[in-house]
DNA sequence: CCCTTGTTTCGAAGTTTGTCTAAGTAACTC
DNA sequence: GAGTTACTTAGACAAACTTCGAAACAAGGG
């Protein structure tokens, strides 16, 4: 057991309850707010964003540190967050570890948010 | 394109691009952290959700102070957030202010999140 | 083994956020 | 006008977050 790459899977309940729908309780809005506390943030977005976004699925984290200027234990701590949250995993295979994101956990948050036709028109 | 859509293809528009899209650049990463920023609290959820479930689509601040356990002004100050995001919108009504959501903007962040079913699935 | 690349942890600034009390504005009633 | 209710703004403060540097840790190749 690798306590490298450990996550807290915090989207396994309800998966696509809107927004709209029945009432959140307090537990299930602090655990919700936490995936948003991730994703409120410049640099995990586009981090989010250019994992999303790869060929392939996945990115090399040696290829993301690049694309900021910001020092690597930085980066690193972003993705955990983002992993934490449980919207990417990431797996190490020899020197470097590859990151991709968690489809469930994209679909609920698409679903939170979808209103009934008759409203979003 | 011109074509009765009962579906609102949130795919198509600029403004909903997906987060497996086009890469996001610095300025719209912090655009979108800052609405994610403000969802980032439960108490803030709990009001967002509470407006967009209720009767009529719209909530009057008087009925939403007494369901939290929190001064009146820290939840004036909870909906002035989301209301600065573009989440909510309120409106006075002789005495009484009402809130309701801004359905663009949650449709927008349901795109965001929206996969294609190769990945979804 | 040592060396390189990449990741994580730890501790210390500086900044932001959530909450309160107190005071301010808006509208209704007398 | 004065008083009451509904909501917002202002100021203050503790708690939490961001970022960094330094150091420790992990995996592979010479």
């Known amino acids: 057991m690798s306590k490298l790459l ?9 998966c696509c309850a809107p927004l709209n729908g029945p009432v959140l309780g307090e537990e299930e809005a602090a655990e919700l707010a936490q995936v948003f506390k991730a994703l409120a943030d410049p640099v995990r977005l586009r ?6 976004a790869s060929e392939g699925g996945e990115a090399c984290v040696c290829d993301l ?3 900021f200027e ?3 234990p930085t980066i690193s701590h972003h993705l955990k967050v983002l992993r934490q949250a449980g ?6 295979r020899g020197t470097w570890v590859y990151y991709r994101v968690v489809p ?6 698409s679903g939170l948010f ?8």
């Open 47 to 52: 981090l989010l964003n250019l994992i999303a």
């Open 70 to 72: 910001l020092s690597a």
């Open 104 to 109: 469930p956990a994209l679909t609920r948050l």
């Open 87 to 92: 919207l990417i995993t990431g797996d190490r």
């Open 65 to 67: 540190t690049g694309l």
């Open 114 to 121: 979808a209103l009934p036709a008759s409203i979003a028109g």
């Open 6 to 14: 450990k996550i807290e899977d915090v989207t396994a309940r309800e």
